[in-house]
Structure formats: structure tokens, C-alpha cells
């Protein structure tokens, strides 16, 4: 934890570095030994891409992507996610 961050390759594949920094304000990165999870959820929305996904014990958990406050007001958003 030298440099109190994260970085991982973006979930989708699409190649891009995506760097999370650790800390109560920020993300959360949690070690068991075996498994890594990170939290809250990372919101790729400046990438092209646009992914939103959480790591939660090595597995991604995918996020509809993030829509905008008028939109969100228009329809009861859950967080829809699921597991791949």
C-alpha cells in the first residue's frame, strides 16, 4: 500500500488502465488472502467504454451503466447488477 492505489486493466477489455485510490473518502480494497474486492463500484464513464462493475472476491459484478440525474428521475433505478 505503498502508493494507496489500484489499478487494474477495465473489466470489459478494453484495455484501458483504470487506477482507484485507496482510502475512506475514495475506494476500499479488501484482502483476504485469496480474494480481492474494491468498493464502491468503478464507473469507467470518461472511457469510451463506459463499464461500471464492482470487484467483489475476485469476480466482476456488472452495473448498468450510469445515467444521467434526469434520466434517474424519470424511473425507479435499482442497482442493477449482476454476476459474470
Known amino acids: 500500500m505503498e502508493y494507496a492505489t489500484a489499478s487494474h486493466l477495465c473489466a470489459c477489455g478494453c484495455g484501458e488502465k483504470v487506477v482507484t485510490p485507496i482510502s475512506p473518502d475514495f475506494w476500499q480494497l479488501y484482502y483476504n488472502g485469496k480474494e480481492i474486492s474494491l468498493t464502491p463500484s468503478i464507473g469507467n464513464y ?5 463499464s461500471h462493475y464492482f470487484i467483489r472476491h475476485n469476480r466482476v459484478e456488472w452495473c448498468l451503466p450510469f445515467r ?9 433505478w435499482q442497482n442493477l447488477c449482476f454476476w459474470k
Open 46 to 50: 470518461e472511457f469510451p467504454c463506459q
Open 68 to 76: 444521467s440525474k434526469k434520466k434517474r428521475k424519470k424511473k425507479k
